[in-house]
């Protein structure tokens, strides 16, 4: 048995079958308001592997010339992010502990070629609230750390339905998706992984 780190909570299966494909269709109903787009990296105008877009009063954004950083509108479409579905803030009310409600939900898709290096995310104002994480599709192999790049890292493998709370002191550990398991689930017709991180981004008034 692998130990996670403090304050990482990994979820198997919490959420049924039955939700899970109703989540998607709150998802598709976000990306026809607010189109999937390939982020890119700071500085270097890299693009990423994952196609991301969000909901919420704010969505995290990350370009060559702005950084990673927190904005009202959709980069491509200048509207206004969706709302976070109700099922997403009932999520949340269940699993965070935090008295207030998630103000941010960023989806991010990957293909079977996808990943995401090891990052930690540290772009909102405070870490009081958790992040609480949602994976839907195909299985991936997550890997978390310590909150020192360098520190230990476990590896293990997220299925749809699985949720993971980063909290605590567990709230900036270095975390990654090394890669996707094509095929490994029948959730998405056209197969592929989504992934939903629910976060408080602001200061609480
Ligand atoms: O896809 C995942 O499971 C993790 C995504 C993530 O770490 C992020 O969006 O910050
Ligand atoms: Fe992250």
């Not at 990482?8 to 998802?27: C, K, S, T, W």
């Not at 502990?97 to 989806?107: D, E, I, K, N, T």
């Not at 890997?143 to 790049?149: H, I």
């Amino acid at each position: 048995m692998q130990v996670l780190p403090r304050g990482v909570r990994h979820m198997p299966g919490y959420i049924g079958r039955d939700d899970q494909v109703a989540l998607v269709e709150d998802i598709r109903a976000v990306v026809q308001a607010a189109p999937l787009y390939v982020p890119t990296m700071p500085r270097t105008g890299k693009p990423m592997s994952v196609r991301m877009t969000n909901c919420g009063t704010l969505g995290w954004v990350t370009d060559k010339d702005g950084g990673y950083r927190y904005q009202a509108m959709h980069p491509q479409t200048g509207a206004p992010w969706p709302a976070i579905p109700e099922r997403l803030q009932r999520l949340w009310q269940e699993v965070s502990g935090f008295p207030h409600p998630p103000q941010a939900c960023l989806v991010n898709f990957y293909d079977a070629s996808a990943r995401m290096g090891m990052h930690q995310d540290r772009d909102e104002q405070d870490f009081d609230a958790p992040v609480v994480s949602v994976s839907l599709g195909d299985s991936c192999l997550f890997r978390v750390g310590q909150t020192a790049r360098d520190g230990q890292t476990v590896s293990f493998r997220l299925s749809s339905g699985d949720v993971v709370v980063l909290g605590g002191e567990g709230r900036l550990a270095f975390h990654g998706v090394d890669r996707i398991y094509p095929s490994t689930s029948a959730l998405l017709r056209n197969g592929g992984r989504i992934n939903l991180t629910l976060r408080r981004v602001t200061r609480p008034a």
